[in-house]
């Protein structure tokens, strides 16, 4: 299995609380992706990051904000957490996104904002 | 959205059957992608197509893909109650960003 942690795993929060969730990876990949999936729409990208502090925007960035301040870590932080924002979020790497490269994902972060 | 969509929703086949989803798309890609997510955990890559080919195998699984019409299938062959899973579909496209179907739940009964 690719060496991908997310933390925490499980995490009850209130609306208007700022949450951070973490992923880090000892593959030394150089693309690192944040989706969140809820039923119905599959899995969404909301950040990625193609190297140190190189991140871009997603179809679903509104209320997230991402970090990559080294190589191994891919903060995504949720300012001031909404309902909305109650979802399974993971977090995937990739070494070669281009011709042949492929997705290792996280085993998911479930984010429950009451 | 540059979401694909995945057709059936839900499928339910008994042992030794074959199974058979449908990808659309809606841009142009360099690759197709196939994960499968058991429930509760991540995805995991199955197979990858490029955009100039047009069908791959890999043991049980066989892939299509018809760039003219934006769509690929996934077809497992022999089915058994391990496959039992989600199937996403996942375009890649030169901006380094990977974009999932809605997906396909898959139930083998033994």
């Known amino acids: 299995d690719a060496g991908i942690t997310q933390s925490p795993r499980h995490k009850v929060t209130e609306t208007g609380t700022p949450v951070t969730l973490r992923c880090h990876q000892t593959?030394?990949?150089?693309?690192m992706y944040w989706y969140r999936q809820d039923p119905g729409h599959g899995l969404r990208l909301i950040h990625y990051s193609y190297g140190v502090k190189d991140t871009d925007k997603g179809e679903v960035s509104d209320g997230y904000s991402v970090s990559r301040s080294k190589t191994e870590d891919f903060l995504l932080t949720l300012e001031s957490a909404t309902s909305s924002q109650t979802s399974v979020y993971f977090c995937?790497?990739?070494?070669?996104?281009?011709?042949?490269?492929?997705?290792?994902f996280g085993e998911g972060s479930r984010l429950t904002v009451l | 959205s540059q979401q694909g969509e995945e057709d059936p929703q839900a499928l339910s086949i008994q042992e030794g059957e074959n199974a058979t989803m449908n990808c659309s798309y809606k841009?142009?890609?360099?690759?197709l992608q196939w994960y499968r997510q058991n429930s509760g955990r991540g995805l995991v890559h199955l197979i990858l197509?490029?955009?100039?080919?047009r069908e791959k195998h890999s043991g049980r699984l066989r892939v299509t893909l018809d760039t003219s019409k934006k769509s690929s299938s996934l077809l497992i062959t022999a089915s058994r109650a391990a496959d039992t899973a989600s199937y996403f579909c996942a375009t890649y496209n030169t901006g380094n960003q990977f974009y999932f179907g809605t997906g396909t739940s898959l139930t083998v009964i033994p």
């Open positions: 197509i490029r955009s100039n080919e």
């Open positions: 841009t142009s890609i360099n690759n």
């Open positions: 593959e030394n990949h150089r693309y």
């Open positions: 995937a790497i990739s070494g070669r996104p281009g011709d042949t490269g492929e997705l290792f």
